[in-house]
């Protein structure tokens, strides 16, 4: 069973999510603009805070260049932008086919900016010890009431991201599902393997990917940070081998 913390979660993102895009679209453009600036730096503080985590910084570095380097080779982010415009398109049904006046550039730009509100939504909702602690506590025990806290922050956060940032905040649900569903049902399994110096270090590791999303939603410098991914995986597989 995937747990009930997991789908309380899902729940209160899709609420909130939708709840952010009926409220988005009457809001003023300068207030959106604002709402947007303050997720930047509100994201930007998270990761910091997240990446003090760590206590061998270089462990995050060497996570951050192969997983860098693992990422730009398999071109994650260039598939990434490849499943927003199909998750675009599945949700609009046959719109933006239909829709001849509309430019094929504007068409990329709309997918481009759905598959940015997928991957930072889903970022932020799944990186940090919340995740992985809830949901091994919930498949070991039963006992969801981390997640449940966790559920709640993700609620008022997908309502604010997708005031701003639009439905591709909404299926971030789907990256909720599967990645808690999968740790609360391997549960004993990453109890088992996952030790807390690892633990602190994807996450550390998770929360400099974090400041790179900061840094786009202020639009100061946009990091391709889907290419970045591997490094979370990378980091515990470091740590194991220099334990």
């Not at 008022?156 to 049902?185: E, K």
């Not at 400041?211 to 515990?236: D, M």
Request: charged share 10%; proline share 2%; aromatic share 4%.
């Amino acid at each position: 069973m995937i747990g009930i913390g997991t789908l309380i979660n899902v729940v209160t993102v899709l609420v909130g999510g939708t709840l952010g895009i009926l409220l988005g679209a009457r809001l003023p453009e300068r207030m959106r603009e604002t709402i947007m600036h303050s997720l930047g730096l509100l994201t930007l503080v998270i990761g910091i805070q997240l990446s003090f985590e760590t206590d061998t910084i270089l462990i995050v570095l060497a996570s951050l260049l192969l997983g860098g380097i693992a990422g730009e080779w398999l071109c994650i982010e260039d598939r990434i932008n490849q499943l927003g415009r199909w998750l675009e398109h599945k949700s609009a049904g046959n719109n933006v086919r239909s829709t001849s006046n509309r430019s094929q550039d504007a068409i990329h730009s709309g997918a481009s900016r759905f598959s940015h509100a997928f991957l930072t939504a889903s970022l932020v909702f799944c990186v940090g010890p919340m995740t992985i602690l809830g949901s091994i506590q919930d498949g070991l025990s039963g006992d969801y009431t981390l997640l449940a806290v966790k559920a709640t922050l993700d609620g008022f956060a997908a309502l604010a991201f997708a005031s701003t940032l639009g439905p591709g905040v909404l299926f971030s649900a789907l990256t909720v599902l599967i990645y808690q569903g999968a740790l609360t049902l391997g549960a004993g399994w990453a109890s088992a393997v996952l030790t807390d110096p690892m633990i602190a270090e994807m996450t550390a590791t998770g929360g400099v990917l974090m400041l790179a999303l900061g840094l786009g939603l202020l639009e100061i410098k946009q990091i391709r940070a889907g290419n970045l991914l591997p490094a979370i995986v990378v980091a515990p597989l470091i740590v194991a081998v220099v334990e």
